[in-house]
Every structure is written in C-alpha cells, then in structure tokens.
C-alpha cells in the first residue's frame, strides 16, 4: 500500500501564491515520477505539471507560473503556483508512478486539496 498525502490548499485572492506539497509513504521499492493534475468542476481532470525522479520536467504550463520540485529524500513533490488566476480554482490531485517491488509498478493517487481563486 502506498499513500499520497496532499497539503497547502486553500483559498487565495486572484494574484496570490499557493505551495503544494504531497508526501507519498508506505510501501515504495522506488519512486518514479511524480506530478500534479487538476480537475476543475464540469471539466476533465487535465496535467499540471511532472517531475521525474532524475528532475525531468513536463509542463502544462506556458507562463511560468506553476513550478514543481520535489525533494527525493523526503519522498515529497511540490507545486509553487505564483500570480494565480480564477480559472486555476479546481481539485488539485497529486500522482506517483510507484515501483513497489522490483516487478510492480503502481500508479497511485492522492486524494486531492481545492484550490479556490476568488476575491
């Protein structure tokens, strides 16, 4: 079993910054790549952002707003979201790509945190 625990959610006025952080724990041989995917309401659960374990980043973001880092020692992956709009008001959910032995890998879920853009 491996657990995602998601924190730093909340609600923040139209400019403000977040920083979320999500801490995987339980039974990981190795964590491969880890990221954050958002789910606005009526709309489909799309990527923010991925990290993979050697700092390889994939972004669905073009402004620069978002950045994620994560620290390997503390099996955490974070998202710094910077100058934050309305339109990023959504769930926020985080995923690890899990080697839970040598030959199983498991793509886990955390169980999101809202993130509420609004003055």
């Known amino acids: 079993q491996v657990q995602l625990v998601e924190s730093g959610g909340g609600l923040v006025q139209p400019g403000g910054s977040l920083r979320l952080s999500c801490a995987a724990s339980?039974?990981?041989?190795?964590?491969?790549?880890m990221g954050w995917y958002r789910q606005a309401p009526g709309k489909q659960r799309e990527l923010v952002s991925t990290?993979?374990?050697?700092?390889?980043i994939t972004s669905a973001d073009s402004t620069g707003r978002f950045t994620i880092s994560r620290d390997n020692a503390k099996n955490t992956v974070y998202l710094q979201m910077n100058s934050l709009k309305p339109e990023d008001t959504a769930v926020y959910y985080c995923?690890?790509?899990?080697?839970?032995?040598?030959?199983?890998?498991?793509?886990?879920w955390g169980q999101g945190t809202q993130v509420t853009v609004s003055s």
């Open positions: 995923n690890a790509d899990v080697q839970v032995t040598a030959y199983q890998r498991v793509s886990n």
């Open positions: 339980g039974s990981i041989f190795r964590l491969n790549a």
């Open positions: 990290i993979t374990s050697g700092g390889r």
